[in-house]
């Protein structure tokens, strides 16, 4: 014991789990002084991967959130493609936990993980969610909606995310005639048309192709997955 009365003990042999001892002081020539309660409890041991569910879908106009169970207290950390972190949030008494919607959470991305780190510092494996398919929502053209014989310019109203960029090619008779790429507005809905500097637009039919891309214009993985398509003819 220190000069100033304090002391330390470095506690050996103790078990996995709770391990309760008791303390007392002893001086010469004075009695033991009455034992106090002391339950040191060892947690060396890494909880499981946290539960994760979501709100998706493939459609959705706002982002999904996340939500699950961990153990009570535990930090759950959610983490993107690249593995970086996107929030974290802590688990209730419960173990219940909730992310809300992810400020770093885009529309290109295919799936999330999270872990959990207990009171005691230990950090689970990682658990997965995914793979998402995230895709626009035409509301016009239609699926299979007609257009007159001389029709100088079709709508194309997409909805989704808001501020995402949306890739957008436009076919004839299974050939591509225009590209390009819009932005949705705080909204998520986008006003475009597609039109012809000649006059009327050609006879045929027509698809409209449309699909998330990121800030350098770069599409999800598999656009076979990852695509909306609407069919519409003039003539």
């Not at 391990?19 to 004075?30: F, I, V």
């Not at 895709?135 to 808001?162: D, H, K, N, Q, S």
């Not at 790429?181 to 048309?193: I, M, P, S, Y």
Request: proline share 7%.
């Amino acid at each position: 014991m220190a000069p100033d009365g304090r002391w330390t003990w470095k506690a050996q042999g103790l078990q996995e789990g709770e391990n309760p001892l008791s303390l007392s002081q002893s001086m010469p020539d004075h009695e033991d002084s009455a034992a106090v309660p002391l339950n040191v409890t060892v947690d060396t041991i890494a909880p499981a991967a946290p539960d994760i569910t979501d709100t998706w879908s493939a459609a959705g106009t706002t982002k999904p959130e996340f939500e699950g169970t961990a153990e009570p207290g535990a930090t759950v950390a959610i983490g993107d493609d690249d593995g970086d972190i996107l929030a974290t949030v802590i688990a209730d008494g419960s173990g219940a936990w909730a992310s809300g919607p992810l400020a770093g959470l885009d529309p290109t991305m295919t799936g999330l993980t999270a872990t959990q780190t207990d009171l005691a510092g230990n950090e689970s494996l990682p658990a997965s969610i995914g793979p998402f398919a995230f895709v626009p929502a035409f509301e016009r053209p239609t699926e299979g909606e007609p257009f007159a014989v001389g029709t100088t310019e079709i709508p194309l109203e997409l909805r989704g995310w808001a501020d995402a960029r949306v890739r957008v090619v436009v076919s004839r008779n299974g050939s591509d005639v225009t590209a390009g790429t819009l932005t949705l507005g705080e909204d998520g809905v986008t006003n475009a048309r597609y039109w012809s500097s000649g006059g009327s637009l050609a006879t045929g039919d027509y698809t409209v192709t449309a699909w998330y891309v990121d800030a350098a214009g770069d599409p999800l993985e598999d656009d076979a997955v990852n695509t909306v398509v609407v069919a519409f003819t003039i003539g």
